[in-house]
């Protein structure tokens, strides 16, 4: 695995638990609106049981969310330890807002006053630079 791939993958899991976010927010509205729903009816005992199923089933994807964020975490902090091995601050700065932070390119560019050609000039420096690490001291251990 390359260094860019090993940084790509905080941010591809960062997507993943954005879109699990996502689908917790809309299936608790959708139980919430079924309990409204089934409030101003008549309920019998099987509406009640399927009401009840369907928090147990919520629950369940709530445990998800907290696991793909327990993963996003230790992701994170396992990178940042590497980036922080960076002797140039700029570069660190760089593979930060991307990587950890999920920044766009122009925002980054932005935030550190450079031009865009600047920022992947030093994109490209700060990669260099922390696939050496990368090698270094995670690669062996995988």
């Avoid at 199923?53 to 990178?79: C, F, G, Q, S, T």
């Avoid at 940042?80 to 700029?90: A, E, N, T, V």
């Avoid at 865009?116 to 062996?140: C, M, S, T």
Wanted: glycine share 2%.
């Amino acid at each position: 695995m390359t260094a860019k791939e090993y940084l790509n993958r905080i941010r591809n899991q960062n997507h993943v638990l954005k879109q699990t976010e996502y689908e917790l927010a809309e299936i608790r509205t959708d139980i919430l609106s079924l309990r409204c729903s089934s409030l101003s009816e008549h309920v019998s005992g099987t509406k009640n049981s399927d009401t009840a199923d369907k928090y147990i089933r919520l629950e369940k994807y709530m445990e998800r969310v907290n696991a793909e964020w327990d993963k996003l975490i230790d992701m994170r902090m396992e990178a940042k330890s590497l980036i922080q091995g960076l002797p140039d601050q700029h570069q660190r700065a760089v593979l930060y807002a991307r990587y950890i932070n999920n920044k766009r390119w122009e925002d980054i560019a932005m935030d550190l006053n450079y031009s865009w050609r600047g920022v992947f000039n030093l994109h490209g420096q700060a990669l260099r630079a922390f696939d050496k690490l990368y090698h270094e001291v995670i690669a062996p251990l995988k």
